[in-house]
C-alpha cells in the first residue's frame, strides 16, 4: 500500500500547489463573497454553486459561499443550494480520478491496486462522507474513490450524507448567526456532527 499512500500525498501536494498558484494570480476568492453573489442576482444561486464545484481546483472558501448563501437564500434556500455545489464539486473531483485510473494503475502493482480498491470499496462511501468539509482532503478522497470500484451512484449518496450537515449549519448561521465568533462555532458543530457519522456509519468487523 506504500504507493497507495504516495499517490495521496502527491494529490494533496498537487491541489494545495494550484491553490497556492492561484492565490499568488489573484484568482483567490479570500474575502466574504456575499457581496459578490448580491450583485450578481437572479443567477446568485447559480455562481454560488459553480463557486462551490471550483473548489476542487481553486483556493474557494466553501464555508464562506455556504454561509453567504444562508445569508442571501435562507435555512432552506441555502442548504439545498450548498448541498448541490458540495455534492457536484465531489462528483467532479471523482471525475478527476476516474479519467485517471489508468494512470494510478500503472503507478502501483496488481496486488495494491486491488488491496487499495478492496479497501476504499469498504471504507470510500464512509471517506467520501465524513472529509466533505475538510479542505484538501475532501477533493484528494474523492480523486482516490474515483479511481476505485465505487460507482458514480455510491460516491454522489455518500457525497449527499457528508453534504447535509456542513450545509445545513453554514446556511443557519448565514441566515441567522453573525460575526466571527458564530461562524467559528458552526465550523465546530460541522466537524462534531461528521465525527459522529463516521462512527456511526464506519464498517464493523465481524
Not at 147 to 172: D, F, I, M, R
Amino acid at each position: 500500500m506504500r504507493r497507495w499512500w504516495i499517490l495521496a500525498v502527491v494529490i494533496a501536494v498537487t491541489l494545495l500547489a494550484m491553490f497556492f498558484a492561484a492565490s499568488s494570480a489573484g484568482v483567490a476568492l479570500l474575502d466574504d463573497p456575499t457581496p459578490l453573489l448580491r450583485g450578481a442576482r437572479p443567477l446568485a444561486g447559480v455562481i454560488g454553486v459553480l463557486l462551490l464545484v471550483a473548489d476542487v481546483f481553486l483556493p474557494i472558501p466553501s464555508s464562506l459561499v455556504m454561509l453567504a448563501h444562508g445569508t442571501l437564500f435562507g435555512f432552506a434556500g441555502g442548504t439545498l443550494l450548498s448541498m448541490l455545489g458540495s455534492v457536484a464539486s465531489a462528483l467532479t473531483a471523482f471525475a478527476v480520478g476516474r479519467a485517471g485510473k489508468g494512470a494510478v494503475r500503472r503507478f502501483v502493482t496488481e496486488r495494491e491496486h486491488e488491496r487499495a480498491g478492496a479497501l476504499l470499496e469498504r471504507w470510500g462511501v464512509v471517506a467520501i462522507a465524513v472529509t466533505r468539509p475538510v479542505p484538501i482532503l475532501a477533493e484528494t478522497v474523492a480523486i482516490l474513490a474515483g479511481s476505485s470500484p465505487l460507482t458514480w451512484g455510491q460516491a454522489a449518496v455518500a457525497a449527499a450524507a457528508g453534504s447535509l450537515a456542513p450545509a445545513a449549519v453554514y446556511a443557519w448561521a448565514g441566515a441567522h448567526a453573525h460575526g466571527v465568533v458564530n461562524h467559528a462555532l458552526a465550523f465546530g458543530g460541522v466537524l462534531l456532527i461528521t465525527s459522529l457519522l463516521f462512527l456511526i456509519g464506519r464498517p464493523r468487523t465481524a
